[in-house]
C-alpha cells in the first residue's frame, strides 16, 4: 500500500510562493494520477491541481491557473506543487492524493490514498 507524506506548507506573505511536496512510499506510485486538494474552515475540500500517472496530462482549478504548476518524478516517487502569485484565499490545509481511475477525477470520493495534510497561511 503506497503511503503519501506532504511537506513544505508554512506562512507566507501575500504575493509570495511556497513549494509543496508529497513523497510516496511503496513501487506503485507510478500507476496513480495524482492531485493536489485543499480545504479551509467551513467550506469542502477541493481539487487544486491534478497530474496523469506519466506526467503529460494537468488540469488546474480555475481559481489557481496560471499560478500553482504541478509535476511528478516518478524515479523519485513525488509529486510537487508550485505555488506562486499566492493570496489569503488560498490558505487552506493542503491534501496530496492518488487514484487510479482511467477518467478526470475531481471528487475527494474518487481517490483511493491521501496524506495528512500541510498547513498552507497567507497573510495579507
Known amino acids: 500500500q503506497v503511503q503519501l507524506l506532504e511537506s513544505g506548507g508554512g506562512l507566507v506573505q501575500a504575493g509570495g510562493s511556497l513549494r509543496l511536496s508529497c513523497a510516496a512510499s511503496g513501487q506503485t506510485f507510478s500507476t496513480y494520477a495524482m492531485g493536489w486538494f485543499r480545504q479551509s474552515p467551513g467550506k469542502e475540500r477541493e481539487l487544486v491541481a491534478r497530474?496523469?500517472?506519466?506526467?503529460?496530462?494537468?488540469f488546474y482549478a480555475d481559481s489557481v491557473k496560471g499560478r500553482f504548476t504541478i509535476s511528478r518524478d516518478n524515479a523519485a516517487n513525488t509529486v510537487s506543487l508550485q505555488m506562486s502569485s499566492l493570496k489569503p484565499d488560498d490558505t487552506a490545509v493542503y491534501y496530496c492524493a492518488g487514484d487510479r481511475g482511467a477518467l478526470l477525477a475531481t471528487k475527494p470520493s474518487e481517490y483511493e490514498l491521501w496524506g495528512q495534510g500541510t498547513q498552507v497561511t497567507v497573510s495579507s
Open positions: 497530474i496523469s500517472r506519466g506526467g503529460g496530462v494537468t
